[in-house]
């Protein structure tokens, strides 16, 4: 038994002894270098073009210095990964000609926040590469355009839009090329995309509909889905700044969030704005970001009868001053 022990201590002393002399090779230097100018993370390729041979890097996986992200790539020295990293992991596990893109490569531009699990991926039309749990990968018809950010290969500003542009409501669209816009990225729709037009009309869309709020995005989306056209967007009626307006039907509608419409002071003041307005011949409608975001069809049900009524209204109105026709 003492033997067994002495023979086990001398053998894990062996392995820290190995494992300290490994730790202070130039190759690990090398490699401490790469992974810092790729957010700490490296592929199969990068170990091999630095001379690590299978077994260093089994040796390197055991000890803890290399913590495998997908197949094929690792991170490098701890498991904290930034989501820069985890964007080229994704990238690197695709092979070679993968790029960063659509929802992920929005993220990465700053055009439009992400929370999806999966990691969006383009591939060559010939790449056997599939979608996994962390990963989803695309097979355009054509080659996507690609560059480089934050040392990730991915898809262009324009290419970017346009791939969302085949998924994302008519309303989100608009808000995504208004950011590239404020973010002054340049915007070059590839030819022939078969989102290029739907792009091209969110980026026409008239600055009257520009929103303040994720509140308001969404009531905009609930006016696209149940046809309702677009009112005008923080405007100003009769002297006050509504969130939306039709002002043929004289119709305003209010969105309120609890942030800004909570108090006892904003309550008071938005019933006082409403008691103008209706004075002035407006109909004002509220609704709750709860009746925006979970009861969308019971809001734009209550819009539409308002226009119709408006258009009703203002039908007997045009008849009651045309003159009489003799009989």
């Known amino acids: 038994m003492e033997l067994r022990r002495v023979r086990g201590a001398r053998l894990r002393a062996g392995l820290l002894s190995r494992g300290m002399r490994d730790s202070t090779t130039p190759r690990d230097a090398r490699l401490a270098d790469l992974a810092a100018r790729q957010h700490g993370v490296v592929s199969v390729a990068d170990l091999r073009m630095l001379g690590f041979d299978r077994d260093s890097i089994a040796r390197r996986v055991a000890s803890g210095r290399l913590h495998r ?3 094929g790539v ?6 904290v990964v930034n989501r820069h990293g985890h964007y080229l ?4 596990a695709c092979g070679d000609g993968a790029v960063l893109s659509h929802r992920s490569a929005a993220a990465l531009y700053g055009i439009r926040p992400s929370d999806a699990p999966r990691i969006d991926v383009t591939v060559s039309r010939i790449s056997g590469v599939r979608t996994s749990a962390r990963i989803v990968v695309h097979r355009p018809a054509t080659p ?7 040392g990730i290969p991915v898809t ?8 969302l542009a085949l998924g994302l409501p008519r309303r989100a669209l608009e808000k995504a090329a208004e950011n590239a816009e404020a973010l002054r990225l340049h915007v070059a729709v590839p030819a022939g995309h078969p989102g ?3 792009l091209a009309e969110a980026m026409a869309h008239d600055l009257g509909t520009t929103t303040r709020s994720p509140l308001e995005d969404a009531f905009l989306e609930l006016c696209d889905a149940h046809g309702i056209p677009r009112p005008l967007v923080n405007t100003v009626v009769e002297g006050v700044e509504v969130d939306f307006c039709w002002p043929g039907a004289r119709l305003v509608v209010e969105t309120d969030g609890h942030e800004h419409h909570g108090t006892r002071a904003a309550f ?4 006082a704005r409403d008691a103008r307005l209706t004075a002035l011949g407006w109909r004002v409608m509220r609704f709750t970001e709860r009746q925006v975001l979970h009861d969308a069809a019971s809001v734009a049900g209550v819009v539409l009868a308002g226009r119709e009524g408006a258009a009703w209204r203002n039908s007997l109105i045009s008849r009651s001053r045309s003159p009489s026709t003799p009989g």
């Open 144 to 150: 996507a355009e690609r560059t480089r950010r934050h």
């Open 74 to 79: 690792y991170a490098v020295g701890h498991t």
């Open 69 to 71: 992200l997908h197949r």
């Open 156 to 163: 262009t500003p324009g290419q970017t839009l346009a791939d």
């Open 89 to 92: 992991a994704a990238v690197m």
């Open 268 to 271: 008071e003041r938005d019933r």
């Open 196 to 198: 290029a037009r739907r």
